[in-house]
Antibody, heavy 119, light 107 residues
Framework: EVQLVQSGAEVKKPGESLKISCKGS????????IGWVRQMPGKGLEWMGI????????RYSPSFQGQVTISADKSISTAYLQWSSLKASDTAMYYC????????????WGQGTLVTVSS | DIQMTQSPSTLSASVGDRVTITCRAS??????LAWYQQKPGKAPKLLIY???SLESGVPSRFSGSGSGTEFTLTISSLQPDDFATYYC?????????FGQGTKVEIK
């Protein structure tokens, strides 16, 4: 069974760094793209970027380029989303999701990680 | 970058109604369009991919159509479990983009 399990909720202060994770299981982690999606409180879905763990090929939305870093450690089947300096506006639910093929969108989703940034 | 625009933003309907949601792309995306359903506190769920292909396990009352820049999601007979927010998404080219969402409410 394909599963994406995300790390737990985080409460951080502005300026702090953070790395959240998404662990894949039940499939060959290196063979499928993993993406990240932001959902701010009460708002819609925003596509942040995507990584191919097999060779770490990464694409970003211009809205998030330079603001976050997407990475993956294929040895432990885990993708990451990280910030070097959080802002209050980074408060949101973050989802990881898997793309199952070249002609496919996201079909498997993680449960979400709530990030709260507050002084 | 491709922009996605959904209409309406909110839709009030009754159980049994036929419901249609429209999604427009700012440029042609061929048929690389997906529809998702999201309920409060839950991750999105894929309903339709490649504009009109029904994801496995999704009820047949859901259907999608369109190509190029105009797409629709239709629910043939709205059921209580269908009250949720629906998003379209283009995956023709990076960066992918979602529509702003359509909330289907109980009338």
């Amino acid at each position: 069974e394909v599963q994406l399990v995300q790390s737990g909720a985080e409460v951080k202060k502005p300026g702090e760094s953070l790395k959240i994770s998404c662990k894949g299981s039940g499939y060959s982690f290196t063979s499928y793209w993993i993406g990240w999606v932001r959902q701010m409180p009460g708002k819609g879905l925003e596509w942040m970027g995507i990584i191919y763990p097999g060779d770490s090929d990464t694409r970003y939305s211009p809205s998030f380029q330079g603001q976050v870093t997407i990475s993956a450690d294929k040895s432990i089947s885990t993708a990451y989303l990280q910030w070097s300096s959080l802002k209050a506006s980074d408060t949101a639910m973050y989802y990881c999701a898997r793309r199952s093929g070249w002609n496919y969108p996201f079909d498997y989703w993680g449960q979400g990680t709530l990030v709260t940034v507050s002084s | 970058d491709i922009q996605m625009t959904q209409s309406p933003s909110t839709l009030s309907a009754s159980v049994g109604d036929r419901v249609t949601i429209t999604c427009r792309a700012s440029q042609s995306i061929s048929s690389w369009l997906a529809w998702y359903q999201q309920k409060p506190g839950k991750a999105p769920k894929l309903l339709i991919y490649k504009a009109s292909s029904l994801e496995s396990g999704v009820p047949s009352r859901f259907s999608g159509s369109g190509s190029g820049t105009e797409f629709t999601l239709t629910i043939s007979s709205l059921q209580p479990d269908d009250f949720a927010t629906y998003y379209c998404q283009q995956y023709n080219s990076y960066p992918w983009a979602f529509g702003q969402g359509t909330k289907v409410e109980i009338k």
